[in-house]
Nanobody, 114 residues
Framework: QVQVVESGGGLVQPGGSLRLSCTAS???????VAWYRQAPGKQRKLVAS???????YYVDSVKGRFTISRDDAKNTVFLEMNNLEPEDTAVYYC?????????WGQGTQVTVSS
């Protein structure tokens, strides 16, 4: 069983920055690593992803503010979030798509508030 752990969430003022990390205990054959977020009363939505070939996707609302990157040697994917807005407040989840099952982390809370 692959264990997925997110970290880096917290409370930040509007305009601030956070860096989230997603670390897996071991690496299967990975198709894609993605960050999703879910705000209270809202559906979970994809915000950024990177494929095994290095292709990157961002949802329009975070383009120019968020950056997804990988450190394969450490089995880690990062999400650098800059110029945060209150609308970014959500629980952020890491999702790993493999040749077998998908794996999810427990989530990390990001709160953007003054």
């Amino acid at each position: 069983q692959v264990q997925v752990v997110e970290s880096g969430g917290g409370l930040v003022q509007p305009g601030g920055s956070l860096r989230l990390s997603c670390t897996a205990s071991e690496i299967p054959l990975i198709f894609r690593v993605a960050w999703y977020r879910q705000a209270p009363g809202k559906q979970r939505k994809l915000v950024a992803s990177v494929t095994r070939g290095g292709n990157i996707y961002y949802v329009d609302s975070v383009k120019g503010r968020f950056t997804i990157s990988r450190d394969d040697a450490k089995n880690t994917v990062f999400l650098e979030m800059n110029n945060l807005e209150p609308e970014d407040t959500a629980v952020y989840y890491c999702n790993i798509a493999t040749n077998g099952p998908d794996y999810w982390g427990q989530g990390t809370q990001v709160t953007v508030s003054s």
